[in-house]
């Protein structure tokens, strides 16, 4: 799905998981990526675009489940592996994702990559997005935007 900008494609949440799970794979810290844990960074991930760009990073909405913000279609997709780490044997062709989706996820995955699923889950419900979201329900991406802009803005200065 093509837009006249940069900034305003969209992508499958399969593919932004893809790009984390390379992110992970190149660093020396040996550190796991479950399925909570995904969902989180990708929550983050959305969050960030949506304050930097305006526009969504993933052609889903996020919604509310018990455990936090959670991308229905990765969920399922990884959902074979439990609460273990994630392994991928696939190749992922990188070159898909514009340069400012490899820039959100990349910043993400460097504030957040090395924190535990439930450092991250504990987060998230702490936050305005999950906490104004009923469970079961898609998370507004208009709050998450605001949401995000207020967060960025104030470690920006």
């Not at 909405?61 to 696939?90: D, M, T």
């Amino acid at each position: 799905m093509s837009y006249p900008s940069d900034n305003q494609t969209v992508f499958s949440s399969i593919d932004i998981s893809h790009y984390f799970f390379k992110l992970r794979d190149q660093s020396y810290d040996n550190v796991s990526i479950s399925n909570l844990k995904l969902q989180k960074l990708l929550y983050y991930a959305h969050g960030l675009h949506l304050a930097v760009t305006e526009y969504p990073l993933l052609n889903e909405q996020l919604e509310a489940w018990k455990l936090g913000p959670v991308s229905p279609s990765s969920y399922r997709n990884f959902n074979y592996n439990g609460s273990l780490n994630i392994k991928v044997i696939e190749h992922f062709d990188e070159s898909i994702l514009s340069d400012v989706a490899k820039q959100v996820t990349e910043a993400v995955w460097e504030q957040l990559g090395g924190k535990s699923a439930r450092y991250l889950m504990t987060k998230t419900h702490a936050e305005k997005p999950w906490k104004e979201s009923k469970l079961g329900e898609k998370i507004d991406d208009g709050i998450m935007k605001d949401f995000f802009k207020s967060q960025f803005l104030k470690n920006t200065k």
